[in-house]
């Protein structure tokens, strides 16, 4: 079952891929210099919106993603000989 999806989803891919090839062709064909400037800021902020994105990792229970910062370990009791008075 996990084939068939990817499969199903690397032709959609594929499909919106071939589709939005042909769409910029047919625009840099009929305005060659608007489209240039907008080609290019709109990878611009789809490059920015990529690398502000968090990382993290999908499962059966969503998605999770890592934190910042690691917190520092407390330990859970205090070693050695310590007295009280």
């Not at 996990?2 to 840099?28: H, P, Q, R």
């Amino acid at each position: 079952m996990n084939n068939v999806k990817s499969v199903i989803g690397f032709i959609f891919l594929m499909g919106v891929c071939v589709t939005s090839l042909w769409a910029e062709y047919y625009l840099a064909m009929r305005f060659p210099i608007i489209f240039s400037v907008a080609a290019v800021a709109g990878l611009l902020s789809f490059l920015g919106a990529l690398l502000g994105a968090p990382e993290g990792y999908e499962n059966e229970n969503g998605f999770h993603h890592r934190a910042l910062y690691k917190q520092a370990r407390r330990p859970r009791h205090i070693t050695g000989n310590v007295r009280f008075s």
